[in-house]
Structure formats: structure tokens, C-alpha cells
């Protein structure tokens, strides 16, 4: 998260000696760097989760790169509960919790009665509509201390439980290990496939051993696709051109269910689905549309419009980019403290005044 590479702290090893890299760095405004308090590095510099993990393994990659948002990342499940007063500070300020964190059971609603309908019946609007989760494996430690076997292990159990799937699910599993370059290339380029050139995830483990166990699964029409230890062990993906989705939905929760009912998934009463991130926890879901909005992005107040809808616009590549064409990444900006069914509802409801407002501020210039 973030840009520019400040790396003065990258030989500091040791919570305290990390501490105070953070400390002399002024430009550092990392949410960690507020959260890792002298009390803090007192308390856990000696204290490891039952999976060996510490917390100097949780922020390493907020040490090496002062210009970090958030600065930190867990290193297996129990981390956000062992190292509570560090994690529970950052997810409160990241999430604008009005108290403790707090999320509720996961719950998908009713996928046979939605009523959300059709984003675009008109198909002027939405180009495409996309759903994802970040998922993890309880009991599992995450990247900064993963190993190579358990990495193994989540591929193989991966490809398993989707090539049981059929129907509609019906694909191909891709290991990057002895995957062509040309083909290597063409996933990226079609956006189908992650790299490793993210800094911030390097500097916190995120591509040791790279690319074992490491791969992408999709269907035969790509509306499916399920990435293999990137940065959570599975990213589900659910995505097709146009409006529609509550198809775009079904197909994702049916997955995620029989994924979850092979492999239990790393989860907390009080965070819901853990993930790498803490940006994600909760939901750790990210519905989204590709939208034309040409006049609605105009308006000096479009990024204050969609905020109190709980709405994130971006530009069509992701975070940090920009628009093209009017066109714009719009997605639900919430992931904890509701039920997944409402995440996407947010999202949908807003899409629909968007939309909208659309219609009305182009209608006026005519």
C-alpha cells in the first residue's frame, strides 16, 4: 500500500530495534507505526503464537517500507488474538469501528431469493460485474512463516475439491511451477493471473519459495477462477460481462461452500474470515462493478457521493490507477461488522443510484 520506497529500516531485527526505526522516521505515517506503542513492544517481544509466529514477523514489511498504509500483516491466525492491543488498534482506525471490532456470522442470504435482479437491464452502464473472498486455512500459518509442504498441500486439496465440481465449474487447475512464459504472459495480461512484484507483500513473505505451490483454476467460459496461495492461500473469484449478479453471486457461494467444506477456513467470533491483510478481515469480500459514470465522476463531490454510500471507486486497474474513459471500478468499501449478504447489497444498492444519477445528469445535457 502506497508508493515510493523508503527501506531505512531493512537490516533492523527485533521488536524494539524495529521500534525505533518507526520511531526516527518522520515520513513514516503507517497506521502500525501509531498502533506499536512502547507498551506494546514491552509486552510481546517475548511472547510467540502456538505457531511460532512474533510479532516482529507481523510487521517487517511495515519496517522495510516507511511508506506502508498500514504496515502490518498476520502471521497465522492467532496473531490477531495473541497480539490483540497492536491489531485491534489498527482495525478499529482501517475499519472506523465505533468500539471493539465485532462481526457476525457469516451469512449469504438466501441465494435463491436475492432480489437484487439485474445491475443493468439496459446494458448501457455496467460492463462487468466481479465477486471475490480472501480465504485462509485454520490452523495454517500465513505467508511470513508458511511452509513449503503446507503450500503443497492447500494446491493439491484445492484442485481436488474443484475438480469434483462440474457443470458450470468445469476447468483446468494451472501450476505456475512449469507454466511457459507465453502462457504466463497472456494470464497476466488478461488480468486473470497474480505476479510477485508487490513490494509490500514481498518484504512480509509473501513470495518465499516462489512459485511452488503456487497456481490458478478456471473455468472453461473464465466467468470462475480460484488463486492458489498468492497472498491468502485461496482467492475465489466469480465474475461476467454485464450486470447480473445474482448469477455472479450464486456461482461464487456455491464454491466457497464446498472449498470450506474440505478445507475449514481460518475464522475468529469477533473478526470473521481471517485474512494475510487486516484490511480484508470480516467478509474478506470485494463485489465489484465495472461502470461507465462519465458525468456522475465529473462532479466535483463524486468521491464524497460515493462514500456515504459506502462505495469505492477506483480506476479499472485497481487501486492507484485511474479511469479511462468514465469507466470505473466501483466497489463495496465495508468487509467487517456486516454479513456478507449485506456487503453485497451495499454494493448493489448504490451501483443503482449511480446509475441513475447517471441517466438524470446526461438527460440534462441534451
Not at 491489531?87 to 442470504?109: A, L, Q, V
Not at 484442485?159 to 476447468?171: D, H, I, R, S, T
Not at 450486470?243 to 467470533?269: I, W
Not at 470473521?272 to 461502470?291: D, E, I, K, Q, W
Request: aromatic share 8%.
Amino acid at each position: 500500500m502506497g508508493a515510493g520506497c523508503s527501506n531505512s529500516g531493512k537490516m533492523a531485527e527485533g521488536l524494539e530495534q524495529m521500534y525505533e526505526v518507526l520511531q526516527k522516521d518522520p515520513k513514516c505515517k503507517s497506521l502500525m507505526k501509531v498502533a506499536l506503542t512502547k507498551e506494546a513492544v514491552e509486552k510481546y517481544k517475548d511472547v510467540k503464537t502456538s505457531l511460532g509466529a512474533k510479532l516482529e514477523d507481523c510487521i517487517k514489511s511495515g519496517v522495510e517500507n516507511l511508506d506502508s498504509g498500514c504496515g502490518i500483516y498476520a502471521a497465522d491466525p492467532e496473531s490477531y488474538e495473541v497480539f490483540r492491543d497492536v491489531f485491534d488498534r489498527i482495525i478499529i482506525d482501517y475499519h472506523k469501528c465505533t468500539g471493539e471490532p465485532s462481526h457476525p456470522e457469516p451469512n449469504f442470504g438466501d441465494v435463491d431469493n436475492l432480489g437484487w435482479g439485474d445491475l443493468d437491464p439496459d446494458k448501457n452502464l455496467v460492463l462487468s460485474t466481479r465477486i471475490r473472498v480472501g480465504r485462509n486455512i485454520a490452523n495454517k500459518t500465513f505467508p511470513p512463516l508458511i511452509s513449503k509442504e503446507d503450500r503443497y498441500e492447500i494446491e493439491s486439496k484445492t484442485k481436488e475439491v474443484l475438480g469434483n465440481l462440474g457443470g458450470e465449474y468445469a476447468g483446468s487447475y494451472h501450476s505456475l511451477e512449469g507454466m511457459s512464459e507465453d502462457v504466463r504472459k497472456q494470464l497476466v495480461n488478461d488480468h486473470f493471473l497474480f505476479k510477485n512484484d508487490d513490494r509490500f507483500l514481498e518484504s512480509a513473505g509473501g513470495y518465499r519459495d516462489w512459485p511452488l505451490g503456487r497456481g490458478i483454476f478456471y473455468n472453461e467460459n473464465k466467468t470462475f477462477l480460484v488463486w492458489s496461495n498468492e497472498e491468502d492461500a485461496l482467492r475465489i473469484i466469480s465474475m461476467q460481462e454485464g450486470g447480473d449478479v445474482e448469477q455472479v453471486y450464486k456461482r461464487l457461494v456455491h464454491a466457497a461452500n464446498a472449498l470450506e467444506k474440505a478445507m475449514p477456513f481460518a475464522k475468529n467470533p469477533r473478526l470473521g474470515y481471517l485474512t494475510f491483510c487486516p484490511t480484508n478481515l470480516g467478509t474478506g469480500l470485494r463485489a465489484s462493478v465495472h461502470m461507465k459514470l462519465p458525468n456522475v465522476s465529473a462532479l466535483p463531490d463524486f468521491k464524497e457521493i460515493c462514500n456515504k454510500m459506502h462505495l469505492q471507486p477506483r480506476g479499472i486497474h485497481g487501486e492507484h490507477t485511474e479511469s479511462e474513459g468514465g469507466v470505473y471500478d466501483i466497489s463495496n468499501k465495508r468487509r467487517l461488522g456486516l454479513t456478507e449478504y449485506q456487503a453485497v447489497t451495499e454494493m448493489v444498492r448504490g451501483v443503482q443510484i449511480l446509475g441513475l444519477l447517471e441517466k438524470s445528469l446526461a438527460a440534462t445535457k441534451k
